[in-house]
């Protein structure tokens, strides 16, 4: 795509728009930014020296002096039907997201992956099988770099292997995924997409783009990843922990097997529970239909050493051990995160609210769970989850209303004794008291080291 001297306008200046905004600059384009909220003095340097203003988010501000841009980009947390955007579609102005900008000029083959849980693990893990069995690959999109910044790097006999959300699939035209995987798919961000069904339209968007000759890797215990079959032209290709498959990875008591050939054990995987083997079935599966042999697999899935915040161990401390799995921002991954260990649990829960039913969470708790320790912002913050999950739980399980995580773990620590498990797995976006997930897991692996 000829971009050079257009007036292109990009919303939102967090990584995705600043990637956005470089790949732009390099094609020639007239750059302009927007943001909803002031910027950083550092985040305003920054543009100023790509020589990029940046406006505020405001109606008046899409078509100043009655133009509009060229084109309109938008990052991953600006909602592809925002209001405001629609007298630039009327006029028929391209409107997309990073990632279909980035594929305009990404090089090499794609193997995308979405899921509402485990996308980053199998990513990271898709990327590790790949590299360890000798075949060319980066690792992008959702998690680490931005595909945007992936453009330089990329190569016609080197994969890209992308994380991507919701978020960014519903801005998607031309983008295409040569391999396309998603591992589940259960209610999340309805604070965005309200319904369960445009959540599922979002995430089928990868499967619609793609092509005869493309191949889909699909959950074949999940029925709504089932539906993604019909609305595809890629062969497809199934991964289950829970019986035979037509093609593609099962497991049969302790093996995992690639059709009816089996590669590894599930006793030889080091991730724990159960949802991180659809996870590794589901990233050796990719690797196995890029090209690795399957002899490698095995071992390589053995190498991986996990991905920091999802279920990750931090410490074990006068016989107490303490997990972070900040990762788990949804009901589901929370109870994944439950499932994976047997009892004696101090789960801290709360944060900011995305339209969750917390009442899921009740009697694997009840069985499970010492107590559940809220924390998050209070009332009159308009998401708080924590009261939410305090009356969804009510009677389930005891309940100590933390407020701040420092203030948790202390409780935790006070209260856990030799053989319980400290876990934080909140069910909930960080981002009433942190920048993102990672802030948060990082506060409480630091708050944990600090215990004495």
């Known amino acids: 795509m000829e971009l050079a001297g257009k007036n292109i306008l990009v919303i939102g200046t967090k990584r995705s728009g600043i990637a956005a905004v470089e790949l732009l600059i390099k094609q020639g384009a007239r750059v302009q930014a927007m943001d909803e909220n002031?910027?950083?003095?550092?985040?305003?340097?920054?543009?100023?020296?790509?020589?990029?203003?940046?406006?505020?988010?405001?109606?008046?501000?899409?078509?100043?002096?009655?133009?509009?841009?060229?084109?309109?980009?938008?990052?991953?947390?600006?909602p592809f039907d925002l209001p405001m955007l629609d007298p630039a579609k009327k006029r028929g102005l391209p409107v997309i997201g990073e990632i279909e900008l980035?594929?305009?000029?990404?090089?090499?083959?794609?193997?995308?992956?979405?899921?509402?849980?485990?996308?980053?693990?199998?990513?990271?893990?898709?990327?590790h099988l790949l590299s360890e069995c000798g075949i060319a690959c980066q690792v992008g999109g959702n998690i680490g770099t931005a595909a945007a910044s992936m453009i330089d790097s990329s190569k016609d006999n080197q994969w890209n292997v992308l994380e991507l959300s919701s978020f960014q699939l519903e801005s998607i035209f031309h983008f295409r995924a040569e391999i396309g995987c998603c591992l589940n798919l259960t209610p999340d961000h309805l604070d965005r997409h309200y319904t369960v069904e445009r959540y599922a339209a979002a995430k089928a968007r990868l499967f619609e783009t793609q092509q005869s000759g493309d191949l889909a890797v699909l959950n074949y215990a999940d029925e709504r990843c089932r539906e993604f079959a019909k609305r595809t032209n890629a062969e497809v290709y199934w991964f289950s922990v829970s019986g035979e498959v037509p093609q593609g990875v099962s497991m049969k008591g302790d093996e995992l097997r690639f059709n009816d050939r089996p590669?590894?054990?599930?006793?030889?995987?080091?991730?724990?529970g159960l949802h991180n083997v659809e996870n590794v079935m589901a990233a050796a599966l990719m690797a196995r239909l890029a090209g690795a042999k399957l002899d490698l697999i095995g071992p390589?899935?053995?190498?991986?050493?996990?991905?920091?915040?999802?279920?990750?161990?931090?410490?074990?401390?006068?016989g107490v051990t303490y997990y972070n799995d900040s990762k788990a921002t949804n009901v589901d991954a929370t109870l994944k995160a439950i499932a994976a260990f047997s009892g004696n649990l101090w789960i801290i829960l709360g944060g900011k609210d995305k339209g969750s039913d917390y009442r899921?969470?009740?009697?694997?708790?009840?069985?499970?769970?010492?107590?559940?320790?809220?924390?998050?912002?209070e009332p009159p913050y308009p998401y708080a989850a924590a009261p939410l999950i305090k009356k969804a739980l009510d009677n389930a399980v005891p309940i100590a209303d933390c407020g701040t995580l420092q203030k948790a773990v202390k409780y935790a620590h006070a209260n856990a004794i030799a053989g319980d498990v400290v876990l934080l797995a909140p069910a909930c976006a960080s981002f009433d008291q942190f920048e993102n997930y990672e802030h948060r897991g990082a506060t409480f692996k630091q708050l944990v080291a600090e215990l004495f």
Do not use: C, W
């Open 38 to 78: 002031p910027l950083a003095a550092e985040e305003q340097a920054k543009f100023d020296r790509m020589g990029v203003p940046v406006v505020r988010q405001a109606p008046e501000n899409f078509a100043p002096n009655g133009q509009f841009a060229d084109m309109i980009v938008l990052s991953p947390a600006v």
């Open 102 to 127: 980035a594929s305009y000029f990404l090089r090499g083959p794609v193997i995308g992956i979405t899921g509402s849980n485990g996308k980053t693990t199998t990513t990271a893990l898709t990327g």
């Open 263 to 272: 590669f590894m054990r599930r006793s030889q995987i080091k991730l724990r």
């Open 300 to 318: 390589a899935v053995q190498s991986f050493p996990g991905v920091e915040h999802r279920i990750e161990f931090v410490r074990e401390l006068d």
């Open 360 to 377: 899921p969470l009740r009697d694997p708790l009840r069985e499970r769970a010492k107590a559940a320790l809220l924390i998050g912002a």
